[in-house]
């Protein structure tokens, strides 16, 4: 199933004009650790699957379905039986900003079955199970078709997280909008000026709160710090600059927003598990 491995990192080949893969997959085979730019989708029909992502297994049982994010680590082992495994470009759904929201829910990898809710599950089930329909028509509209049933599945995974963060914040729908509201300022904030030095008084100031009630309700509402946010909004941006050849590793640290390059190395390697130097050689070369 990975056509192209290089190191770690697989590039995913999309069919022309497609911004998705649905792999309909049978494969008694082992896949060695990697990471891909992809939002990726797994669904058994015959027997389990296991997949290793970062330190946790997943024994994924039929008809569940597990999300893995963009730049995860992981590898599967040789399991016999069949599943779907959807791949989609993430730059079709990072890069609308009306989803933004929708993808901060993506954070680590997340198992949808029966014991996390069952209306989530079943649709979870039948959205993998309508793209693999729509995926063999040759309508002209199926692709299209095919984005929305996905948004429209991690919309409703990050409505079930906001809902659970509501529950974890012990707040009504009113206090919620509240954060909604706040943070979403505040992101768009850290959006603006990721490439500056970012004080906790300032943040907290765009949200209108304190420093320590803003630190906490923040981790609270989107399962990351403040830093995290800004760690991974920089190394976003990271990723973009490392594909321009003239940009040194240092020139693309500096612009990106990190103080250091030790800072940068340790950061990146973190989120995307390889150095800005293995990225920047990894994609020249395709």
């Known amino acids: 199933m990975i056509k192209h491995l290089s190191g770690d990192f697989e590039t995913v080949e999309y069919d022309s004009k497609r911004s998705f893969l649905l792999h309909d997959n049978h494969d008694n085979e082992a896949y060695p650790v990697h990471w891909h730019d992809a939002v990726e989708l797994l669904m058994p029909l015959e027997n389990h699957y296991i997949v290793f992502a970062g330190e946790t297994e997943y024994d994924i049982p039929v008809h569940d379905v597990l999300i893995i994010p963009p730049g995860e680590l992981h590898r599967m082992p040789a399991v016999p039986g069949h599943r779907l495994i959807l791949q989609c470009d993430n730059s079709v759904l990072s890069g609308v900003t009306a989803i933004e929201t929708v993808m901060r829910g993506l954070s680590a990898p997340i198992v949808i079955n029966k014991e996390l809710d069952k209306e989530l599950h079943s649709l979870a089930k039948k959205t993998l199970l309508d793209i693999y329909s729509l995926n063999e028509k040759k309508d002209e509209l199926a692709d299209v078709k095919i984005y929305i049933a996905l948004v429209n599945l991690l919309a409703a995974v990050r409505e079930f997280q906001l809902e659970r963060n509501k529950n974890l914040l012990d707040c009504d729908d009113a206090k919620l909008e509240e954060y909604s509201e706040k943070f979403n300022a505040v992101m768009k904030y850290i959006d603006a000026n990721y490439m500056y030095d970012i004080s906790l008084d300032r943040l907290a100031d765009v949200a209108g709160y304190s420093k320590y009630h803003f630190s ?57 598990h390889c150095t800005p130097s293995d990225f920047k050689k990894l994609f020249s070369e395709h």
Do not use: W
Request: hydrophobic share 40%; net charge positive.
């Open 216 to 272: 906490r309700i923040f981790k609270q509402y989107n399962s990351m710090s403040y830093l995290q946010y800004i760690n991974a909004r920089r190394t976003k941006a990271a990723e973009h600059l490392l594909l321009c050849p003239e940009l040194s590793i240092t020139d693309v640290a500096m612009q990106a927003g990190f103080k250091s390059l030790t800072t940068f190395n340790r950061i990146f390697k973190e989120i995307k």
